[in-house]
């Protein structure tokens, strides 16, 4: 994922009236850890993500299920 390509789908992430603020959150952390390389490929436990925002796992759990459902990741 280049930084171009990067600043375009977080953009695009924002301006989603569907992206709940955890989602939002969620999907930043990712972009940050994400293989840019090939773009794919976050390698982090959810309960590390959860520490990073200030959430449960669970709570990461289902804004993954949403971001996925809305077909950001």
């Not at 709940?20 to 976050?42: I, N, Q, S």
Request: charged share 25%; glycine share 6%; aromatic share 8%.
């Amino acid at each position: 994922m280049s930084d171009t390509f990067a600043n375009r789908w977080r953009d695009a992430v924002l301006d989603c009236p569907e992206v709940e603020k955890t989602d939002l959150l969620v999907a930043l952390c990712l972009m940050r850890h994400a293989d840019y390389r090939t773009g794919e490929r976050v390698k982090m436990f959810q309960s590390t993500i959860a520490g990073y925002i200030g959430c449960s796992r669970k709570t990461v759990n289902r804004a993954v299920g949403n971001l996925r459902r809305l077909g950001w990741i």
